[in-house]
Structures are given as structure tokens and as C-alpha cells.
């Protein structure tokens, strides 16, 4: 798991039939101390109505997203799970 900032969403034009109605995000994550950006953006599902900004706990744990869309053949490998408390980890940048 990781903690990663919103950067935005991302849109395609042909989805997997398993993502229809997911929302997709472009996710950076971020370092131990919740500031400093890790890697390249990743391209994460999210049913959890994340916005633009704020935080977002993702995992690349492609059976659980699997599960959660009710697809075991969906791609899908990384998904948002949690919104962390934005007051513990401050306003977005």
C-alpha cells in the first residue's frame, strides 16, 4: 500500500468490459513523510469518489481489485482503498 496524491482523472475511450462505470485517477505516489513524490503517475481505479488533490491510500494488489469488481479476468492491478484524514497529512500542494 501507498499513500499517493490525486493529480487528476484520466479518461479512455475503450475500457475492459470489468472497469465500465470505474472512475479512473492519475495518482502520484508519495514518500514516508507524505510530501516528497515517488516514481512515475500510476493509473489507479476508484469507487471511492476521490477528487483532484486530495489523498488516497492505493494498493497494487490486482486480486483484491478483481474482487472488487467481480471480474476475475479484469487487468486491473492498482485501486484506491481509503481516503486518509486530510488534517493528519495537511492541505494538498
Known amino acids: 500500500m501507498y499513500l499517493g496524491r490525486i493529480m487528476g482523472n484520466a479518461t479512455a475511450t475503450i475500457k475492459h468490459p470489468s472497469m465500465k462505470g470505474t472512475r479512473l485517477l492519475l495518482v502520484m505516489a508519495l514518500q514516508a513523510d507524505g510530501k516528497t513524490i515517488e516514481g512515475d503517475p ?4 476508484d469507487q471511492l469518489g476521490a477528487r483532484k488533490g486530495e489523498l488516497v491510500v492505493i494498493t497494487s494488489d490486482g486480486i483484491g481489485a478483481r474482487e472488487m469488481l467481480n471480474d476475475k479476468q479484469s487487468p486491473v492491478r492498482w485501486s484506491a482503498i481509503a481516503l486518509p484524514d486530510q488534517t493528519t497529512w495537511g492541505p494538498a500542494h
Open 42 to 45: 500510476i493509473l489507479v481505479i
